[in-house]
C-alpha cells in the first residue's frame, strides 16, 4: 500500500486493503502514476458509493436530469456515435498469429504508443475505480472485473448495466484471476466530449487480461465490461471448454406450455436481437452477451453476463416495441444517449410522435435542415442512439435470470440482415450443420459501427467484431462444444430482412414471433417440417396457424412460397465468398465436408428441379 498512500485518503486506502490483493493495487497505483488523476475514488458496492458516482454524473455535466424521475441524457461525440472497428485493435506478441480477419498492432509498438497517449491522461479529473462481476455471482460462470475511469458516466451505465461486485473481488483472496479495463475520455471540449477523437484508441492486452481504452466515450468504445470484456472472454473461453457469445437469452411461452424454452439468439448489432428477446408474452433474460457451458448432465445451459440493456432507440414506439416503450416513458433510473432534447422531453427517430423544429441533440443545439462539416443533414437524433436501463426492473424479465446456474438451452438462433437469400425461419440439419450456417452468418452493416451502412460482410456467429482468437479456432471450439453436448440445442437461422423486388420488406417486424414460436414448436416435436438442401423449413398449414392465432392476421399461401423458396443461385453465391472467408483458417475438417456437401446438394437440386427458386412445395420429405 505504500505509495498508494500518498493518492489516497484514508476511507480508499481502507476499500483497497479490505481487498487483500495487491494486483489491484499494483494496478491502482500503475495507473494513477501514468493517468495523473486530480483526485481518485474507490466504488464498493455500498448504495452511497453508488450514490455518488450516480452524483457525481450530473455534477460534471456528463448526465443531465430531465422531466420524468431518474431520466438523465447524456452526450458522445459528434463523432464518437458507434463502436471504432478500426482503432479497436488486439495487442500481438512477436511470433503470435491470429488471422487476416482480426485487426491487431504490434504488442510492444502499440504499448509504447498507448502509454504515450495516457500520460497524464487524466490530468485535473477524478478516476473511479470499481468492481463488476461478469456474470451472476457466485456463480462458476462469473469473471470478476475491474473498472478504472475518468468518466462518471461510464462509471454510472455500468451500475446499470452489471451486477456489482466488490464482494466478488473480495472472494478471490488475492488471485489474478480477473478482467481490468482502463478507459480515460481524455481532455474534453466546452460540451464536455472527448477532444482528441483522432486518438481514439482500444488496444486489447490478451496477455494480461486487460483492455486500455482513451479518448471516447460511446458504451461500446468505453464501458470496459461491455463490449471489450466480451473479447478477453472469447479468448478465456476458447482456450477452455466454453462459449462466449453475441447472444440474447430469452424464456419461449406459447399458449398452453407449462415449461419455459429458454433460447439464445445471436444477432449482428442492430439487427433485431433486443426486440426479439422482448417480444411480448416471452421472458427476457439477457439481450446482447450471453457465456455458455456444458453442464453434468451434458445439457448447455447460458447465463447473461450483464443485468441491463444498452438498447438501440430508433423505432422504439408503442405499436413495435411496447415493452420497451413502456419503460422509457416511465420513472426509473435510465440514461438516454444521442437523442433530442426540447424543453427536457426526449424524441427520438421513429418513436411515433411528432418531434419539435428544434433542440439539443448529439450535434449541439440543433434545428430541422442543420448540416454537418460535411454538409450532411443532421437528423433529429442519432440512428445509433441508445437507453440504458436495468434489466430487472421489467416486468417481462424472467424469474432464472439470477440463478448461478444459468438456464438450460434448448435452442440457439443465429440471425443476419440480409435482403435476398437465406428464408425467414429453417433449422439446421444438425449440430455441425447448424454450427456450419452460424459461421455462414452475413450481414449488412448498421449504424452500430462507424463507416457506411448496408453493405454485406460476413459475420460469423454475428461475433467476428468481437473474435480475438483465429477464426478456425472460434469455429471449431463450436464444434467440439457440440461433441461434449449429451442433450444438443436445435440450432435455428432466422432473417427478418428479406425484400421483395420493390425494395420493400416482405414481412412484418412483428411476425418474428411466429419465426420464434415455430422453433419452440419445433423443439417440442409439435410440428413437421420440410427437408431442402439447407435445412428443415416450416409447412404453410402451421405458419398459418400461427398467424392467425398468435398475431391474429392472414398469411397467404403466395407470401409463403416467395419467402420460403430456396434461392439456389444465391445461396451458391454465399457459400463462394464463405469458403474464401475461411480459406487458410484452421477450422476442423468436418466444417468443409458440410461446405462441399452443401454446395452439391444446392446444385443438384437445381438439375433436379429446373430453378434457382426452389419452392417449399416441390420438396417432398417432411420430418
Ligand atoms: C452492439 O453494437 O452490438 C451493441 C452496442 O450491443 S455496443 O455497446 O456499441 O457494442
Ligand atoms: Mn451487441
Redesign the pocket.
Known amino acids: 500500500m505504500s505509495r498508494l498512500e500518498q493518492f489516497l485518503d484514508q476511507t480508499a486506502l481502507e476499500k483497497l486493503s479490505d481487498l487483500n490483493n495487491t494486483h489491484i493495487n499494483n494496478i491502482v497505483e500503475w495507473v494513477v502514476e501514468l493517468c495523473k488523476p486530480a483526485k481518485i475514488s474507490i466504488i464498493t458496492d455500498d448504495k452511497n458509493d453508488i450514490a455518488y458516482v450516480r452524483k457525481l454524473a450530473l455534477d460534471s455535466g456528463e448526465e443531465r436530469s430531465l422531466t420524468i424521475n431518474g431520466h438523465t441524457i447524456h452526450y458522445d461525440g459528434y463523432q464518437d456515435q ?2 471504432d472497428k478500426a482503432h479497436t485493435k488486439v495487442l500481438l506478441p512477436e511470433g503470435k498469429q491470429l488471422g487476416r480477419h482480426i485487426n491487431t498492432i504490434d504488442r510492444k509498438e502499440g504499448l509504447n504508443e498507448i502509454f504515450r497517449l495516457m500520460d497524464g491522461i487524466m490530468q485535473g479529473k477524478e478516476m473511479l475505480v470499481r468492481f463488476f462481476c461478469l456474470g451472476p455471482l457466485n456463480s462458476r460462470f462469473s469473471i470478476p472485473a475491474l473498472q478504472i475511469t475518468d468518466s462518471a458516466y461510464v462509471a454510472h451505465s455500468e451500475d446499470l448495466l452489471y451486477r456489482s461486485g466488490y464482494e466478488e473481488f473480495r472472494k478471490l483472496n488475492g488471485s489474478p484471476d480477473f478482467f481490468y479495463f482502463i478507459h480515460s475520455a481524455g481532455q474534453l471540449d466546452d460540451r464536455g466530449q472527448s477532444k482528441n477523437i483522432n486518438q481514439r484508441r482500444i488496444y486489447i492486452d490478451l496477455e494480461e487480461n486487460r483492455v486500455l481504452t482513451i479518448n471516447n466515450q ?3 468504445n468505453s ?1 470496459g465490461l ?2 471489450l470484456a466480451l473479447r478477453l472472454a472469447i479468448n478465456k473461453s476458447n482456450h477452455e471448454d466454453w462459449l462466449t457469445e ?1 447472444m440474447f437469452v430469452m424464456g419461449i411461452h406459447p399458449e398452453g406450455r407449462k415449461r419455459t424454452t429458454y433460447f439464445t439468439g445471436a444477432f449482428p ?2 439487427c433485431g436481437k433486443t426486440s426479439t428477446a422482448m417480444i411480448p408474452g416471452q421472458t427476457i433474460i439477457g439481450d ?1 452477451i450471453a457465456y455458455l457451458r456444458v453442464y453434468e448432465d451434458g445439457s448447455c445451459h447460458a447465463v447473461n453476463i450483464e443485468s441491463g440493456i ?1 438498447g438501440i432507440i430508433t423505432d422504439v414506439n408503442s405499436v413495435d416495441d411496447p415493452l420497451i416503450y413502456q419503460c422509457l416513458t416511465t420513472p426509473r433510473e435510465l440514461i438516454f444517449s444521442n437523442i433530442l432534447i426540447n424543453e427536457e422531453q426526449p424524441f427520438w427517430l421513429g418513436m411515433g410522435r411528432d418531434a419539435p423544429e428544434s433542440g439539443v441533440n448529439h450535434s449541439g443545439n440543433w434545428f430541422k435542415g442543420k448540416k454537418d462539416h460535411e454538409g450532411n443533414e443532421i437528423p433529429l437524433a442519432h440512428k445509433n442512439a441508445r437507453y440504458t436501463i436495468r434489466m430487472r426492473e421489467l416486468d417481462n424479465v424472467d424469474p432464472e435470470a439470477e440463478n448461478p446456474d444459468g438456464v438450460q438451452i434448448d435452442g440457439i438462433i443465429y440471425g443476419g440482415r440480409d435482403s435476398d437469400t437465406n428464408v425467414p425461419v429453417c433449422q439446421s440439419l444438425d449440430w455441425d450443420h447448424g454450427v456450419f450456417l452460424g459461421a455462414c452468418l452475413e450481414s449488412e452493416t448498421t449504424a ?2 462507424l463507416g457506411k451502412e448496408g453493405v454485406r460482410k460476413h459475420s460469423p456467429m454475428a461475433n467476428l467484431d468481437f473474435v480475438v482468437v483465429p477464426l478456425g479456432k472460434y469455429i471449431s471450439n463450436h464444434l467440439k462444444f457440440g461433441k461434449r453436448l449429451k442433450r444438443k440445442p436445435m440450432i435455428f437461422t432466422t432473417n427478418y430482412f428479406l425484400k421483395g423486388s420493390d425494395g420493400n420488406y416482405l414481412t412484418d417486424k412483428i411476425d418474428k414471433k411466429v419465426w420464434i414460436l415455430w422453433a419452440e414448436a419445433r423443439v417440442h416435436g409439435e410440428v413437421d417440417a420440410i427437408k431442402t438442401p439447407i435445412g428443415y423449413i416450416p409447412l404453410y398449414d402451421d405458419l398459418k396457424y400461427l398467424f392467425k392465432n398468435v398475431l391474429k392476421k392472414p398469411f397467404t399461401e403466395k407470401l409463403y412460397k416467395q419467402i420460403f423458396s430456396i434461392r439456389v443461385e444465391k445461396l451458391l453465391q454465399k457459400l463462394n465468398r464463405i469458403e474464401n472467408i475461411y480459406k487458410g483458417e484452421d477450422v476442423l475438417e468436418i466444417f468443409w465436408d458440410i461446405l462441399v456437401n452443401q454446395r452439391e446438394q444446392l446444385q443438384t437440386a437445381e438439375v433436379n428441379y429446373r430453378t434457382d427458386m426452389i419452392q417449399p412445395d416441390m420438396f417432398i420429405d417432411t420430418v
Open positions: 458507434a463502436r460511446y458504451a461500446g464501458l461491455k463490449k453475441h448489432s442492430a446482447d444498452f452500430a459501427t
